[in-house]
């Protein structure tokens, strides 16, 4: 009873702590108690609920991630523009004036501008460069020289001894364009070559074939199956996998977005399939990402002597004696009888949860019994604590001044301080009345 009531301590102080700092380790925020991805769409990657770098075209301003102004590329914010697009180019009149992003000369790709000159270095594609200028190749050519001659058509066109011819047959993307008999080499994805003159369309679900009835490669989710006489493709038996193979009842790989679901006993033994492609991981309370293949591991543990860490992920932790390690691979809970060693500055930071880089088997200087936790100071009790005669950090608040007004816990970092307190509080009372139970 007493292990199950700190147990419940420490997790009722975890929540209270998750809503005072409102984060999650890694690229992941707290949404409802929860650790879910960063909300902002246009955000490629956050850490601690906060963005660190936004997508193309989105800059960094007022803790979003905001459009870049029109025709840039990459910005640190909404108006400091560091590349602009293609064919256009970054303009700065004066230090204090905004910037912009002008289009170059016609059919130019890469232009500089020096002393209000405006040179171009590289043609879009579909121009050639002559004299400093980029001129428009033939009609439906990408790559020429000159005005005269192609070297390259565009997909669809076959050189001819008159410029870019169009390929004869719907979904050809290659062919020799001299007529009158203009030759196909190449057909768009699902189709195959017939006589060399026109495309036909593959089997069903089939992507790449050498005829209509002989596939070579399928579509995700279906497996093929190969004939004396042809070849065809047919659904896996599992749903969401990507890849099975013939009729088997098991998968290989699943789809993006989807664990593959086996146990930790298999997966040691070199089991490659599963029979379960699940969309989420509520049936395990561990996920383990190798060569791209997410496993969700049924059994509720971990291969290879790892652990799952805070977020439900099973890694390898580096930590001697920690119980519970951090998705970043620092510990937010020792073994019993160890401590987590920290800075009381680190403790009552705002904005971090409680992690420790070591497990130490002796505290030198001052510790607190936090959660179910024993947290060692390498400096001094944090703030709302002071040392008793054992070196304990116990509960200490300063009374206010009488003569102050309004709100005492009005910053952000006070309120954290308040709830972290009220958390370690519970704790204690459920320990003190686990011990009445007994």
Same mark, same amino acid.
């Given at each position: ?59 960094? %301003? ?20 560091? &590349? ?9 009149? =004066?230090?204090? @004036? ?15 501008? !020096? ?14 460069? %002559? ?78 074939? &050498? ?11 279906? $497996? ?5 006489? !042809? ?32 146990? =930790? ?12 492609? !699940? ?11 190798? !060569? ?17 860490? =805070? ?27 160890? $401590?987590?060693?920290? =800075? ?47 070196? &304990?950090?116990?509960?200490?608040? &300063? ?17 954290? @301080? ?21």
């Amino acid at each position: 009873q007493i292990k199950n009531m700190k147990v419940l301590a420490f997790l009722v102080g975890l929540a209270i702590l998750g809503i005072a700092w409102g984060n999650c380790a890694g690229p992941h925020m707290s949404i409802n108690g929860t650790c879910q991805a960063c909300l902002d769409q246009n955000c490629e990657d956050c850490t601690q609920g906060f963005c660190v770098d936004c997508n193309e075209k989105f800059g960094f %301003k007022d803790g979003k991630c905001q459009p870049c102004f029109e025709n840039c590329l990459e910005c640190e914010d909404p108006i400091g523009c560091i &590349k602009c697009d293609v064919g256009f180019h970054l303009v700065v009149e =004066s230090k204090d @004036s905004p910037q912009s992003c002008k289009a170059c000369p016609e059919n130019c790709g890469v232009c500089q501008e !020096s002393d209000g000159t405006v040179t171009c270095s590289k043609c879009q594609l579909g121009a050639f460069m %002559k004299d400093g200028k980029c001129l428009k190749c033939p009609a439906n050519c990408d790559v020429c020289n000159s005005e005269n001659s192609c070297e390259v058509c565009n997909t669809g066109y076959g050189k001819s001894a008159t410029g870019c011819a169009k390929c004869k047959g719907e979904g050809c993307l290659s062919c020799d364009g001299d007529s009158p008999a203009i030759t196909c080499y190449a057909c768009e994805p699902k189709k195959w070559v017939e006589g060399g003159l026109s495309c036909k369309d593959c089997g069903a679900h089939c992507l790449e074939c &050498k005829s209509g009835s002989e596939c070579m490669a399928c579509e995700p989710g279906y $497996y093929l199956d190969k004939g004396l006489m !042809s070849s065809s493709c047919y659904k896996c038996s599992v749903d969401n996998c990507d890849i099975c193979k013939n009729d088997e009842k098991q998968c290989y790989q699943c789809m993006p977005g989807h664990y593959k679901a086996i146990t =930790s006993k298999e997966f040691l033994s070199g089991k490659e399939t599963t029979s379960i492609c !699940s969309p989420d991981c509520k049936v395990a309370n561990a996920a383990w990402s190798e !060569s791209n293949m997410t496993y969700c591991f049924i059994d509720k543990s971990c291969p290879n002597n790892m652990k799952v860490n =805070s977020i439900g992920q099973c890694q390898e932790c580096p930590i001697d004696g920690c119980t519970l390690c951090a998705a970043n691979q620092t510990c937010v809970a020792c073994n019993e009888g160890l $401590y987590l060693e920290i =800075s009381a500055s680190d403790f009552m930071g705002e904005g971090h949860p409680i992690y420790a880089p070591v497990c130490s088997s002796n505290c030198y200087k001052y510790y607190l019994p936090d959660a179910g936790r024993d947290i060692c100071f390498n400096d001094v009790c944090p703030a709302g604590y002071k040392p008793n005669h054992q070196n &304990k950090c116990i509960v200490y608040i &300063k009374p206010e001044p009488t003569t102050s007004t309004g709100d005492s816990f009005s910053s952000p970092a006070q309120k954290a @301080s308040l709830l972290l307190l009220l958390a370690i509080m519970f704790a204690q009372q459920l320990n003190n009345l686990s011990t009445y139970l007994i």
